[in-house]
């Protein structure tokens, strides 16, 4: 077991793991007002010249790696895009400054240049990471690579060899791992804090709309054409539980299915669209009328015009044409609503993860079990519990949607470009293929009902 802390030293360390720009009482919440996103100027200083990117996929990944280079363009300059949506080209363009000759329809069209940029920022659709990312090594650019690395095991496997091959900088963007509460997390078990780790209860509740969104009608609706969702979307969770842990996962059980979203549980009076006529639409929390027109929920898929009188009639015309007007009962969807994985380390902690559509919440939701104390979190606050004082210390985090990690990923991926040096970076590409594999263990055990070895 690690010697455990003392209190003062414990509120020291918490206090420094964000540069000591917390301040932490031993009762009550502590607040601040810091973007805890921006990076540590004094950690990653402006390298000598700013790395040169281009971004293949303009929508909302990559313009949150592409707002970086507007804040910071002595670290980052985007250079290129390629994206075939033209308002999401065209706007993108106008952000960066980017010249017309280096517009680009296809990420196929940019690599029909010869190489005129440091690096590549990868933010296509899932099923569209594989084949730029294996182009963009082989003409020796270093690579910011959204995840699932790619929708299939082999095709992990097969980048992590060429990256080794070509000795390229790829870091995936895990930015988990940059979030302050995963950080303080991990150090409150390195440190000995709770004692020695003996499990952890991680929950991921995905919410009711955005399930419906993302898994029923949107781009990650079928798992044949994208990636399962354990890996689509909770790859991010196994990542961190890995990390966090510390050790290799050797065995796991998983089960999962999808209950509700399918034909069985069409209610009577569904049309196949929520706007022709269906008798039920003002009584379905998943209608898309009440979603994207009436609250405007995540109507950013839609490029909306900029004239908000026109808004309107521009998201009831995409409703009339696109996947996400149809009804969640009568979908091609595939992909699991409620997913459980059971998971052994090789060091004897266990973790069991929970993926949930059917809440009212967002906020992933972490327990840590240790023999000297435990912790309660969930992504904005935390609770450590000394078991021999019996005594309750509490902090409370500001942060963005990823916990503040987005930018300080983007941080140190600029910093490892420019130095040349994969070591820098936390989210490297050997790092992150072990814990897809994982996720694609897990699948292969839902879909067999067998525990599965985790093979690396």
């Known amino acids: 077991m690690g010697k455990e802390l003392s209190r003062r030293d414990l509120l020291k360390t918490l206090g420094l793991a964000t540069g000591g720009l917390l301040t932490l009482p031993l009762h009550g919440f502590a607040e601040t007002n810091l973007r805890l996103h921006l990076p540590n100027s004094e950690k990653n200083p402006a390298p000598d010249k700013p790395v040169t990117a281009i971004t293949l996929g303009a929508g909302n990944r990559g313009n949150v790696y592409g707002e970086y280079a507007a804040k910071y363009p002595d ?6 895009v390629a994206d075939p949506n033209k308002i999401r080209n065209k706007r993108y363009c106008q952000r960066h400054n980017i010249p017309v000759e280096n517009s680009f329809v296809t990420w196929e069209d940019v690599f029909e240049r010869a190489k005129f940029a440091d690096a590549i920022i990868i933010s296509t659709p899932d099923n569209l990471h594989f084949g730029p990312c294996m182009k963009a090594l082989a003409m020796g650019y270093d690579i910011l690579l959204e995840k699932p690395i790619a929708p299939t095991e082999k095709e992990c496997r097969a980048i992590l060899a060429l990256a080794k091959k070509t000795n390229r900088v790829v870091a995936v963007c895990h930015v988990l791992r940059y979030s302050p509460y995963f950080i303080k997390l991990r150090e409150l078990i390195n440190n000995g ?17 955005h399930m419906s969104h993302s898994y029923v009608r949107g781009n990650w609706h079928n ?5 399962p969702i354990i890996l689509a979307k909770s790859c991010h969770d196994l990542d961190i539980l890995r990390w966090m842990i510390g050790s290799s996962c050797e065995k796991i059980a998983a089960f999962g299915n999808l209950k509700w979203f399918k034909i069985e549980n069409k209610p009577a009076g569904a049309t196949p669209r929520c706007m022709d006529g269906c008798t039920i639409e003002k009584e379905c929390p998943y209608s898309a009328l009440k979603i994207y027109y009436r609250d405007r ?15 309107g009639e521009f998201i009831l015309d995409r409703l009339k044409n696109t996947n996400y007007g149809r009804c969640v009962y009568q979908m091609d969807n595939d992909q699991p609503d409620h997913y459980t994985t059971n998971l052994q380390f090789s060091n004897g902690v266990t973790a069991a993860f929970s993926m949930e559509a059917f809440t009212s919440y967002e906020g992933r939701r972490t327990r840590i079990m240790g023999s000297h104390g435990d912790i309660v979190g969930d992504m904005s606050q935390f609770t450590y519990t000394n078991f021999l004082t019996g005594e309750k210390t509490e902090w409370k985090l500001t942060s963005d949607a990823h916990g503040g990690g987005d930018w300080n990923l983007v941080s140190d991926w600029v910093k490892a470009v420019s130095q040349q040096n994969s070591g820098l970076l936390s989210s490297s590409i050997d790092v992150s293929v072990e814990s897809h594999i994982i996720g694609f263990t897990a699948e292969k055990s839902r879909i067999s009902g067998k525990t599965k070895k985790v093979e690396l």
């Open 297 to 311: 929920q995540r109507t950013y898929v839609f490029d909306l015009p900029e004239e908000v009188d026109k808004q």
């Open 223 to 227: 798992s044949k054409e994208t990636t």
């Open 193 to 209: 804090s709770i004692g020695e780790l003996i499990s952890i209860q991680h929950l991921e509740p995905i919410q009711h709309i």
């Open 75 to 80: 670290h980052l300059k985007i250079v290129g």
